[in-house]
């Protein structure tokens, strides 16, 4: 077990009553990467990232975060996470701006209007910046409320289930503000249900199922694991995503 | 992380002030079914009631005014519900904030937009001939009752705004406290019930309170009643805060 890493688990169990979701998972996301934790609906996907930001506790197993135990230090963790929850956590009643300022506040942050700002022009939110919320789309919203969670330049950011419920374009958007983050450095938690999500954007893959990890390694392990590949001819015909985007004019 | 407490408050505060300013329907429909209730009793009931006073007007507004608190509270429960419900709540527990700002905040709120409201409904009073010769010691008190009234009621409200299921099940738990006003001294003289009846009227909180506002406002002097009346506040505020907080916890852990 590494002592720098920036996600550790061991042997986490958690159970609903007499619903076992969790049954001994064990993982370990290294800082920086973008490690995508992948599994059908129901699979404790979102139980595990629960328990790693500290809204929930587990029933036995070890959890740290950037190195502070979920259990005995949660300010800790707390002060060097971001979550990005299953449904935007954005409030609808206010504007972008006032959003972000808000977030800013409460992370006890000099100079909150232009963290704000700055963050608006990042998202290209600026010309929506002093629209109510609940007048934005899909993918904004999404957006800023990824935006919300990168302010404070926390080291980690968990972002569960990201494009769930998004359009192909705002998908894409999402995708594309991942990516950004890791380049600067911040490592990425990703829980996602699409495999594609997983194989496009994740530096380390693991399968949770049935709750434990099965599987865990890059890509190309992944892809090692399965039988050669085989070489068919075959015509490629465009996607229906590539004649969507085609037609509504994504570049 | 106790050392931002107030702030934090002062911060998540201004968000939901903000909402309310942004939504003054929420307001004025809390004034609205007071208001109603006024109208109709005065000038449709009010003429078969004896209730002993010379304007009654006068007689009703005490418990007019508990009304409002009882309809503005089942606000304060949906809006925490949503808040539950949206996730946002959750964003705020993983921050690093003082966890319990955010509840704090929502029942500043609850007591601000009840403020809002019952100065509305007071206003109207007035229009409707309503008059009073207290003095400001004595709107002072009776201020001061109806703050711990509210902050009672919002303690309540806290325990179905976290637990519910439904936005209907947010605030279905009020249509009880709206429906005591009724069974107490607020639109008649508790003298005209039938023994049973009268027993529970007379000894039920919304009896005493308004009785306590109503010697305030006529400028009479406070019996026991006042004391029944703030035992019952405090009583009721300790218990509601008790299982709240109780059930906060539980949501957090």
């Given amino acids: ?251 | 992380m106790t050392t931002h407490f107030f702030g934090d408050t002062a911060v998540l505060l201004g968000r939901s002030l903000r909402h309310i300013a942004r939504s003054l329907d929420t307001i004025i429909t809390t004034a609205i079914m007071p208001i109603a209730f006024m109208l109709l009793f005065v000038y449709v009931f009010g003429g078969a009631i004896n209730s002993g006073s010379d304007s009654y007007v006068s007689y009703l507004l005490p418990g007019i005014l508990l009304i409002t608190i009882a309809s503005g509270i089942s606000y304060t429960a949906y809006r925490l519900f949503l808040d539950m419900k949206s996730g946002i709540f959750e964003r705020f527990q993983s921050m690093p904030i003082a966890r319990s700002s955010v509840l704090w905040a929502h029942v500043l709120t609850s007591l601000v937009a009840n403020l809002v409201s019952l100065v509305v409904v007071v206003l109207v009073a007035l229009l409707m001939g309503f008059r009073s010769g207290a003095g400001v010691l004595a709107w002072l008190a009776v201020a001061g009752i109806l703050i711990l009234f509210t902050l009672a009621l919002t303690w309540i409200a806290v325990i179905p705004g976290l637990t519910a299921k439904s936005v209907d099940g947010a605030s279905a738990f009020s249509y009880p406290l709206l429906f005591l006003p009724f069974i107490s001294s607020a639109f008649v003289p508790t003298a005209t019930m039938p023994g049973p009846v009268r027993a529970f009227a007379e000894n039920q909180p919304v009896t005493s309170i308004v009785n306590a506002i109503r010697d305030l406002f006529t400028g009479q002097p406070v019996g026991a009643d006042i004391w029944t009346a703030l035992a019952w506040c405090v009583g009721i505020l300790v218990v509601a805060y008790f299982f709240a907080m109780a059930t906060y916890r539980r949501k957090i852990s």
């Fill in chain 1, 1 to 251: 077990m590494s002592t720098d890493a920036a996600i550790q688990v061991r042997g986490l169990q958690k159970s609903y009553k007499k619903l076992e979701v969790l049954r001994g998972v064990d993982f370990e996301v290294a800082p920086g990467s973008i490690f995508a934790l992948l599994g059908s609906n129901g699979a404790g996907k979102t139980t595990v990232v629960k328990i790693l930001s500290t809204l929930l506790k587990a029933d036995a197993g070890e959890a740290s975060v950037n190195g502070f135990d979920v259990v005995a230090q949660p300010a800790e963790v707390r002060q060097s996470i971001s979550l990005t929850g299953q449904f935007a956590a954005v409030d609808e009643m206010l504007s972008g701006r006032e959003n972000l300022v808000l977030v800013a506040k409460l992370r006890h942050l000099k100079g909150a209007g232009a963290i704000a700002d700055g963050l608006l022009d990042r998202f290209a939110l600026t010309d929506a910046a002093a629209r109510k919320v609940s007048t934005y789309s899909g993918g904004m919203r999404r957006r800023l409320d990824i935006a919300m969670s990168l302010i404070g330049n926390p080291p980690l950011i968990f972002l569960d289930e990201p494009t769930t419920g998004l359009d192909p374009e705002a998908r894409l958007e999402v995708w594309d503000a991942v990516r950004e983050l890791a380049a600067r450095g911040t490592t990425v938690l990703l829980t996602t249900q699409y495999l594609d999500e997983a194989e496009q954007l994740a530096d380390r893959i693991a399968i949770l199922h049935e709750g434990r990890i099965i599987v865990n390694g890059t890509l190309a392990e992944l892809k090692r694991m399965l039988p050669p590949a085989e070489v068919e001819y075959i015509e490629k015909q465009p996607t229906l995503e590539d004649v969507f985007l085609a037609i509504v004019g994504h570049e």
